[in-house]
């Protein structure tokens, strides 16, 4: 199977290039720093897979991600990461993303997961999913997007401009988020909703 794998760290990239050269059936015919690095080398190589750090420069794994869904790419998509957030993986499943990976795991985890990918099956760590199944995002989509709108610095009036609903209404929301964040208050709220990657 062809891979190409992105990510921003050169001396991790160097050593999962390395490491996956020597099985069998892996070829690395790429690497790239950035998401964007990234999507010319899908586009120009045509992979079987890509491996796709979270968090890069210019675009991210999931930028990545969506895009190849989008632009309908044959290259299916494993994502590499240190961070347990629920709203990730929840994005990652809605670009079609096949594998969803701790960083750290062993060699041997990584080659037998983009296998499983490859065969048209999904693969997610253990941890994550113990992770994700336990911090199911509680806020519904307006609440999200007025949160959104707090973070963004506008008032209670400028929000209900925005969204055709009164003040009165808008502070109902408001209260309902802190409550299901167990928040002290809207500073706290978006951390809290940020922290678990629930305002993407």
């Known amino acids: 199977m062809k891979v190409i794998i992105a990510e921003d760290q050169g001396m991790l990239r160097g050593a999962l290039s390395a490491l996956l050269d020597l099985e069998g059936d892996i070829n690395v015919i790429g690497q790239a720093e950035n998401g964007e690095h990234a999507l010319e080398l899908i586009q120009k190589l045509t992979p079987d897979l890509c491996i796709l750090d979270i968090e890069m420069p210019r675009l991210t794994g999931l930028d990545v991600a969506e895009i190849i869904?989008?632009?309908?790419?044959?290259c299916k998509v494993v994502i590499l990461t240190t961070f347990s957030r629920s709203g990730y993986f929840q994005r990652a499943m809605r670009?079609?993303?096949q594998g969803f990976l701790l960083k750290d795991a062993p060699i041997e985890e990584l080659s037998a997961a983009l296998r499983k990918v490859h065969g048209?099956?999904?693969a997610v760590s253990p941890e994550l999913a113990l992770t994700f199944w336990d911090a199911q995002n509680p806020l519904t989509a307006k609440e999200q997007e007025?949160?959104?709108l707090i973070s963004q610095g506008l008032s209670a009036n400028e929000m209900a401009k925005r969204l055709f609903l009164s003040s009165g209404t808008i502070r109902n929301y408001v209260s309902e988020i802190l409550q299901k964040l167990d928040a002290k208050n809207r500073i706290d709220a978006i951390a809290i909703a940020e922290k678990n990657g629930w305002l993407n």
């Open 95 to 97: 670009a079609g993303v």
């Open 120 to 122: 048209g099956g999904r």
């Open 146 to 148: 007025i949160l959104k």
């Open 69 to 74: 869904k989008e632009s309908g790419l044959p």
